[in-house]
């Protein structure tokens, strides 16, 4: 599982300008309060190696919920295992979708 998921990360890189941009599923824990405003919003993601992200939340954002509900960044909370699917550059990923499990 995990050697295809690198496979799929490793497909979806594309050069853009002088960094790279790169669309992946990365799995962890929301370490702290998300921060919510208007549509969006944003939250630290703690992968299971240790690494710190933030992401970054829009109106295009999708959020699904442990119960399969659609829900908002105003129902996220500390320490929710999630899924976050996005674009991600350097430390940053803007979340297409986070599911929480």
């Known amino acids: ?12 890189t594309l050069g853009c300008g002088d960094g790279i941009i790169i669309f992946s599923v990365n799995l ?11 549509g969006g919003g944003r939250f630290n993601l703690q992968e299971q190696e240790g690494l ?16 399969g509900q659609r829900g908002t960044c105003a129902d996220l909370a500390a320490n929710d295992p999630v899924e976050v699917n996005g674009r991600r550059s350097g430390d940053q990923i803007s979340a297409k979708t986070v599911t929480v499990h």
């Open 1 to 12: 599982m995990a050697r295809a998921l690198v496979i799929i990360v490793l497909l979806l």
């Open 28 to 38: 962890g824990v929301i370490s702290g309060p998300p921060s919510c405003s208007g």
């Open 52 to 67: 710190l992200l933030v992401v970054i939340l829009t109106s295009s954002s999708s959020i699904v919920l442990a119960n």
